[in-house]
């Protein structure tokens, strides 16, 4: 969760719509909750977690894939990650 006092400089923008609803259900909900389960908790290449001060990871589409262009601030990795559903691969001899 992310406090106001975490942007000292944030300026709340005047209202341009009397009586706008800021809480409650919206329609971007689904998509808003798909976001925040899909969004890469630990980085790839060293483990550390990217929740917080820990990276950054920002969502894209390609198609109707989900991609997470991502940056880990202990190691400095930066890439790609893509929730996978289904994979079909080769078993090692
Ligand atoms: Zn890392």
């Known amino acids: 969760m992310v406090a ?18 800021l809480t409650g259900v919206h329609w971007w909900d689904p998509d808003r909750l798909r976001h925040l389960a899909d969004l890469p908790r630990h980085c790839p290449a060293c483990g550390a ?12 589409w390609e198609a109707d894939h989900r991609v997470y262009h991502t940056w880990c601030r202990s190691c400095g990795w930066t890439g790609d990650i893509i929730r996978v559903h289904r994979m079909i691969g080769h078993e090692p001899d």
Request: a negative charge; proline letters at 17%.
């Open 4 to 21: 106001l006092r975490d942007y000292p400089n944030h300026v709340e923008p005047p209202d341009p719509v009397p009586d706008r609803r």
């Open 49 to 60: 977690e990217l929740t917080g001060d820990g990276g950054i990871s920002v969502e894209y």
